[in-house]
Structure formats: structure tokens, C-alpha cells
Nanobody
Framework: QVQLVESGGGLVQAGGSLRLSCAASGRTFSSRAAGWFRQAPGKERDLVAA???????YYADSVKGRFTISKDNAKNTVYLQMNSLKPEDTGVYYC???????????????????WGQGTQVTVSS
């Protein structure tokens, strides 16, 4: 069983920055792909950024050039650095990890087995 704990959300003005962290129990990110999903009110949970076991990254078009996903395997932590934030970035951000053998990036939420509790990010205009 993998447990994920997110932190770093909050309220920020447009143009500002936040860094989200996702701490996992055990050596999770060295063997599995992980992703950050965003869910805005009334909308589906969409993949924002992901990182594979080997460190390959993926970004949604809406965040390319502004967000950076990274991981520290020694600390069992994945990060999402968010710069130049926009009001449309507002939502609950969830960290997710794939199950055993899931070392490649996939975009479907159903392909991720473990989820954190979510952290709210609010960007004011």
C-alpha cells in the first residue's frame, strides 16, 4: 500500500509561484510513474504533469513553459513547481502514482492506483 501526502497549496495572485510536494511511503517514485492532476469545480480531473520512472516528463499544453515536475528518489518526494500562475490554474491538485509495473507515463486517471488527498490552489486575478 502506498500513501501519498501533498503539501504546498494556497492562495496566490496571478503571476505568482507555488511549489507542491508529494511525499510517498517507501521507495515509490524510483519504480513507478507519478503525475499531478488538477480538478477545477464542475470539471474532470485532468493530468497536468507527469514523470516516469526514468525521469521522462510530460506536460499538458496549458502549463508548458510554466510548470516543472521533478522528483527526489532519496526523499521519496515528487514536486510541482508552478510559475506565472493564472486564474485558470485554480483547482484541487492531486498527486497520483501508478501501480506495480507502471513505470511509463499515461494520461488517464484510471491508470493511477494511488492518490493523495489533494491540495487546493487558488489563483486570484
Amino acid at each position: 500500500q502506498v500513501q501519498l501526502v501533498e503539501s504546498g497549496g494556497g492562495l496566490v495572485q496571478a503571476g505568482g509561484s507555488l511549489r507542491l510536494s508529494c511525499a510517498a511511503s517507501g521507495r515509490t517514485f524510483s519504480s513507478r510513474a507519478a503525475g499531478w492532476f488538477r480538478q477545477a469545480p464542475g470539471k474532470e480531473r485532468d493530468l497536468v504533469a507527469a514523470i516516469s520512472r526514468s525521469g521522462t516528463t510530460y506536460y499538458a499544453d496549458s502549463v508548458k513553459g510554466r510548470f516543472t515536475i521533478s522528483k527526489d528518489n532519496a526523499k521519496n518526494t515528487v514536486y510541482l513547481q508552478m510559475n506565472s500562475l493564472k486564474p485558470e490554474d485554480t483547482g484541487v491538485y492531486y498527486c497520483a502514482v501508478r501501480g506495480d509495473g507502471g513505470y511509463l507515463i499515461v494520461s488517464a486517471a484510471a491508470q493511477y492506483e494511488y492518490w493523495g488527498q489533494g491540495t487546493q490552489v487558488t489563483v486570484s486575478s
